[in-house]
């Protein structure tokens, strides 16, 4: 019985061979996307879940209260809270700390000069609870003495080849000389923690003891085990007890709190000065799983308007069948049957087409996936459970409308259900073309919304500059003639140094300031960033200035005098800011510094965040020390970086050039929305195919049905352009309908979405007009081969049809 089940279902695809590539198409398309989709979207929710102790582990998150209306959090915390919880807490079974005191490690190999700016330092418990996995050493005593080193597989290769790392000294290091004493494999994708050197304590002892020690130093990157049967809400409920007992490092103003290590990469977007090195979103694990729920549902209802349109020639062999005896529910069983044959040869077709995009696809999410023997296990499931749920979805409604047709009117070719079909049809169309209509809105705004990131202006002139680290205490101290070697360089028109760069990807100093005329009684009233200039910063960066003055080349009084921005000026409630004293505060001490200048406000962050205070001091500025030259380059790029290259190694004989040009570190702020949009224009074209194949296939029998009556039409005196308009009217009723129920959605959907950016574009009404004419043109030229055909089509050979 089940073979024939499937020689039948066989037999209707082979004779009915455009409807069954126009379904098989259409679900191919779907069930490879939305597998892709969901591989993402899984790999995305698996962050961190493979450690054992996962579900156990938390890192201490700092909180400044500080500002009512600004509270920040931050991933660091005092170095001995760690041991102080597993020591007085029952509820804390382990604990380790991670630490980076500089911004890159500097060593030498072979006589050549490297630095890795991925490292930190960790306690010697490390590997007790993380289980990254050991290529060689033993993790349990990796991390045990001073000055000993964990390196991943990559970083072996590419210092060691392949000779054993194990045991091999590292002369030159920041640290001094340390030892490798074990090699980990890369660490995977879905790992919040990223490191290719993990050193053991490599300062002095005193000094590290002291250090580890002490409650008034924020620095330690800490997490803890909670203990089986533990609650992490119980442990929560003592930090306030804690809090009072060490008032010097929290007080009222400061909090503790514990984040769940399975919620950091998903959930730090307000968190600073974290471990991890990115960051995802919620917000687009939704709209991705959405979006591939949506080409499915586009691909069975192709599958279900094409079966029921067919209803009429089938509905002979139902009759035919049942008179034969054939039981209702055999019938069900063969059509769901055909379902499922249709959709499991689509889903081994789209193992084939996942294996040919994955590469495209991992180019525009920054993963890893790919497609064989040893990862198609992963693939199956998924592509099964999907395959199997569309089959229902799709044969449902097929097989349970043609197993209820009348065997006297199904062989008469009559229907009395066939009016009630031709609604379901419809309403399904307009459903379809619902979503593609949701998708095309989407796709606009993302694309209108990073066009408008790109050209935005930031205050700032972004284009040709070259931003070059300063890595050495040596180069701080001879960066005059540096920069004058540099602005020697042919091609280079402008040189300036700073603290740090607008368009930061590092930490920005940030200091508490108030103006010292306040009376107000309180100390620390705004916090502002931080950032030293030289004279030639405003110049190279063309910042502009609303009132006052810059800094004056080599003018020893300008060493205490700041510029502020428009937005310090208004939250430090300023009226007239110039020769204004500003107190500013941070932490080490307190300086009174003169207002000489206003520069208009100027995107220092990306454009997620508003514009927030910022002073500007000068290069030798007690708070921050130099770390960039950036350098106004023109012409050959090339040769300009060969020739600074040269003067770098002149001067810095230690570490080598790390160089970027700003616009491309200002373009890695939306790398995320980059890929959103990316996938958003990939499923808004094929949701529009398969709508096209689905509404092509639809037009398709539906004139083949009406051929005899076109003929008559044609004959009683109907043009081509009648019959065209006739046939393509329900058409263009359903998309206009469609219409209306997709721009509620796709506002909803949108508006959300922008709301991650300060600076974000308007959604007008051109944005929904266009999507819908779009969608619009899209179902005439769709339908309109056939339509036309059929109009031009002889009369005569149309009423010779039987």
Same mark, same amino acid.
């Given at each position: 019985?089940?073979?024939?089940?499937?020689k039948?279902?066989?037999?209707?695809?082979?004779?009915?061979?455009?409807?069954?590539?126009?379904?098989?198409?259409?679900? @191919?398309?779907?069930?490879s996307?939305?597998?892709?989709?969901?591989?993402?979207?899984?790999?995305?929710?698996?962050?961190?879940?493979?450690h054992?102790?996962?579900n156990?582990i938390?890192?201490?998150?700092?909180?400044?209260?500080?500002?009512?209306?600004?509270p920040?959090?931050?991933?660091?915390?005092?170095?001995?809270?760690?041991?102080?919880?597993?020591?007085n807490y029952?509820?804390?079974?382990?604990m380790v700390?991670?630490h980076?005191?500089?911004?890159? @490690?500097?060593f030498?190999m072979d006589?050549?000069?490297?630095?890795?700016r991925?490292?930190?330092?960790?306690?010697?418990?490390?590997?007790?609870?993380?289980?990254f996995?050991?290529?060689?050493?033993?993790?349990?005593t990796?991390?045990?003495?001073?000055?000993?080193?964990?390196?991943?597989?990559?970083?072996?290769?590419?210092?060691?080849?392949?000779?054993?790392?194990?045991?091999?000294?590292?002369?030159?290091?920041?640290f001094g000389?340390?030892?490798?004493?074990g090699?980990?494999?890369?660490?995977p994708d879905?790992?919040?923690?990223?490191?290719?050197?993990?050193f053991?304590? &490599?300062?002095?002892?005193?000094?590290?003891?002291?250090?580890?020690?002490?409650?008034?130093?924020?620095?330690?990157y800490?997490?803890?085990?909670?203990?089986?049967?533990?609650?992490?809400?119980?442990?929560?409920?003592?930090m306030?007890?804690?809090?009072?007992?060490?008032p010097?490092?929290?007080?009222?103003?400061?909090?503790?709190?514990?984040?769940?290590?399975?919620?950091?990469?998903?959930?730090?977007?307000?968190?600073?000065?974290?471990?991890?090195?990115?960051?995802?979103q919620?917000?687009?694990?939704y709209?991705f799983?959405?979006?591939?729920i949506?080409?499915?549902?586009?691909?069975?209802?192709?599958?279900?308007?094409?079966?029921?349109?067919?209803?009429?020639?089938?509905?002979?062999?139902?009759?035919?069948?049942?008179?034969?005896?054939?039981?209702?529910?055999?019938?069900?069983?063969q059509?769901?049957t055909?379902?499922?044959?249709?959709?499991?040869?689509?889903?081994?077709?789209?193992?084939?087409?996942?294996?040919?995009?994955?590469?495209?696809?991992?180019?525009i999410?920054?993963?890893?996936?790919?497609?064989?023997?040893?990862t198609?296990?992963?693939?199956f499931?998924?592509?099964?459970?999907?395959?199997?749920? &569309?089959a229902?979805?799709?044969?449902?409604?097929?097989?349970?409308?043609?197993?209820?047709?009348k065997?006297?009117?199904?062989?008469?070719?009559?229907d009395?259900?066939?009016?009630?079909?031709?609604s379901?049809?419809?309403?399904?169309?307009?459903?379809?073309?619902?979503?593609?209509?949701?998708?095309?809105?989407?796709t606009? &705004?993302?694309?209108?919304?990073?066009n408008?990131i790109?050209?935005?202006?930031?205050?700032?002139?972004?284009?040709?500059?070259l931003?070059?680290?300063?890595?050495?205490?040596?180069?701080?101290?001879?960066?005059?003639?540096?920069?004058?070697?540099?602005?020697?360089?042919?091609?280079?028109q402008?040189?300036?140094?700073?603290?740090?760069v607008?368009?930061?990807?590092?930490?920005?100093?940030?200091?508490?300031?108030?103006?010292?005329?306040?009376?107000?009684?309180?100390?620390?009233?705004?916090?502002?960033?931080?950032?030293?200039?030289?004279?030639?910063?405003?110049?190279?960066?063309?910042?502009?200035?609303?009132?006052?003055?810059?800094?004056a080349?080599?003018?020893?009084a300008?060493?205490?005098?700041?510029?502020?921005n428009?937005?310090?000026?208004?939250?430090?409630?300023?009226?007239?800011?110039?020769?204004?004293v500003?107190?500013?505060?941070?932490g080490?001490g307190?300086?009174n510094?003169?207002?000489i200048?206003?520069?208009?406000?100027?995107n220092?962050?990306?454009?997620?965040?508003?514009?927030?205070?910022?002073i500007i001091?000068?290069?030798?500025?007690?708070f921050?020390a130099?770390?960039?030259?950036?350098?106004?380059?023109?012409?050959?790029?090339?040769k300009?970086i060969?020739?600074?290259?040269?003067?770098?190694?002149?001067?810095?004989k230690?570490?080598?050039?790390?160089?970027?040009?700003?616009?491309?570190?200002?373009?890695?702020?939306?790398?995320?929305?980059?890929?959103?949009g990316?996938?958003?224009?990939?499923g808004?074209a094929?949701?529009?195919?398969?709508?096209?194949?689905?509404?092509?296939?639809?037009?398709?029998?539906?004139i083949?049905?009406?051929?005899?009556?076109?003929?008559?039409?044609?004959?009683?005196?109907?043009?081509?352009?009648n019959?065209?308009?006739m046939?393509?009217?329900?058409?263009t009723?359903?998309v206009?309908?469609?219409?209306?129920?997709?721009?509620?959605?796709?506002?909803?959907?949108?508006n959300?979405?922008l709301?991650?950016?300060?600076?974000?574009i308007s959604?007008h009404?051109?944005i929904?007009?266009?999507?819908?004419?779009?969608?619009?043109?899209?179902?005439?030229?769709?339908?309109?081969?056939?339509?036309?055909?059929?109009?031009?089509?002889?009369p005569v050979?149309?009423?010779r049809?039987?």
């Amino acid at each position: 019985m089940v073979k024939s089940y499937f020689k039948i279902a066989f037999r209707s695809l082979t004779r009915n061979k455009t409807y069954s590539i126009i379904n098989i198409l259409g679900l @191919v398309i779907g069930i490879s996307f939305s597998c892709m989709l969901y591989v993402y979207v899984s790999n995305e929710l698996s962050y961190d879940s493979f450690h054992t102790k996962s579900n156990r582990i938390y890192r201490a998150i700092t909180i400044d209260k500080r500002i009512p209306d600004n509270p920040r959090s931050y991933g660091v915390a005092v170095p001995p809270l760690g041991r102080e919880l597993v020591d007085n807490y029952p509820e804390v079974e382990d604990m380790v700390r991670l630490h980076r005191f500089t911004g890159q @490690v500097v060593f030498e190999m072979d006589g050549q000069n490297f630095q890795e700016r991925n490292w930190y330092t960790a306690d010697p418990n490390f590997f007790d609870v993380f289980d990254f996995e050991f290529v060689s050493g033993d993790k349990a005593t990796a991390l045990k003495e001073p000055y000993s080193l964990v390196i991943t597989q990559s970083m072996a290769r590419k210092y060691f080849g392949d000779d054993d790392p194990i045991g091999q000294i590292i002369e030159k290091c920041s640290f001094g000389s340390v030892k490798v004493t074990g090699v980990i494999k890369d660490h995977p994708d879905n790992s919040h923690l990223q490191f290719d050197m993990l050193f053991s304590n &490599v300062r002095p002892d005193e000094g590290w003891t002291k250090y580890l020690n002490s409650w008034e130093s924020f620095g330690a990157y800490t997490y803890i085990v909670l203990s089986k049967n533990s609650s992490i809400q119980a442990l929560k409920a003592k930090m306030p007890a804690l809090q009072k007992k060490h008032p010097t490092s929290f007080g009222d103003d400061i909090a503790l709190d514990f984040q769940h290590m399975e919620d950091i990469y998903l959930r730090s977007g307000a968190i600073e000065e974290g471990t991890e090195s990115s960051h995802g979103q919620l917000t687009y694990i939704y709209i991705f799983s959405t979006m591939g729920i949506f080409l499915l549902l586009i691909a069975c209802i192709n599958y279900i308007n094409l079966a029921t349109s067919k209803a009429l020639t089938r509905s002979r062999e139902v009759g035919v069948r049942k008179v034969a005896g054939a039981y209702k529910n055999q019938l069900i069983v063969q059509f769901l049957t055909e379902s499922f044959v249709v959709t499991l040869i689509s889903m081994i077709i789209a193992i084939g087409v996942m294996d040919m995009v994955f590469p495209y696809f991992n180019q525009i999410t920054g993963k890893k996936f790919d497609v064989n023997l040893e990862t198609l296990k992963d693939y199956f499931p998924p592509l099964l459970c999907i395959a199997i749920v &569309v089959a229902f979805i799709s044969g449902s409604y097929p097989a349970f409308y043609l197993a209820r047709l009348k065997p006297v009117a199904s062989l008469k070719g009559h229907d009395s259900g066939e009016r009630g079909a031709v609604s379901f049809r419809k309403a399904l169309v307009v459903f379809q073309f619902a979503l593609t209509i949701v998708m095309i809105v989407s796709t606009i &705004v993302i694309g209108r919304q990073l066009n408008f990131i790109q050209n935005k202006d930031i205050g700032f002139d972004k284009d040709q500059l070259l931003v070059i680290d300063i890595n050495s205490g040596d180069v701080r101290q001879q960066f005059q003639a540096m920069k004058n070697e540099y602005s020697n360089i042919p091609g280079v028109q402008r040189v300036a140094v700073s603290s740090r760069v607008p368009g930061e990807w590092k930490d920005i100093q940030e200091l508490y300031v108030k103006s010292a005329s306040s009376t107000d009684g309180v100390t620390d009233s705004v916090k502002a960033f931080f950032m030293g200039f030289d004279e030639d910063m405003m110049e190279t960066y063309k910042l502009q200035l609303a009132e006052g003055r810059y800094f004056a080349a080599n003018n020893q009084a300008d060493s205490s005098t700041i510029l502020l921005n428009q937005s310090a000026v208004k939250s430090l409630g300023l009226v007239n800011p110039i020769g204004s004293v500003i107190k500013m505060n941070t932490g080490r001490g307190v300086m009174n510094a003169t207002v000489i200048g206003v520069i208009k406000n100027f995107n220092f962050q990306s454009l997620h965040q508003k514009i927030a205070p910022i002073i500007i001091g000068t290069w030798n500025n007690p708070f921050q020390a130099i770390d960039y030259f950036t350098l106004k380059v023109s012409g050959d790029t090339e040769k300009v970086i060969k020739s600074i290259t040269k003067v770098h190694e002149k001067f810095d004989k230690r570490t080598p050039i790390e160089y970027h040009f700003l616009d491309q570190q200002l373009a890695s702020f939306y790398v995320a929305e980059r890929r959103v949009g990316m996938i958003f224009r990939m499923g808004g074209a094929l949701s529009i195919f398969v709508a096209c194949l689905g509404l092509f296939g639809l037009a398709t029998y539906n004139i083949e049905r009406r051929t005899k009556e076109l003929g008559i039409r044609k004959v009683l005196g109907a043009s081509e352009m009648n019959l065209f308009l006739m046939l393509s009217s329900s058409f263009t009723k359903q998309v206009g309908i469609a219409y209306l129920i997709a721009c509620p959605a796709a506002y909803y959907i949108m508006n959300q979405w922008l709301k991650i950016f300060e600076y974000k574009i308007s959604l007008h009404a051109g944005i929904f007009l266009f999507s819908g004419a779009t969608a619009l043109l899209i179902a005439l030229a769709t339908v309109s081969y056939r339509s036309l055909k059929a109009a031009y089509a002889s009369p005569v050979n149309s009423l010779r049809q039987e």
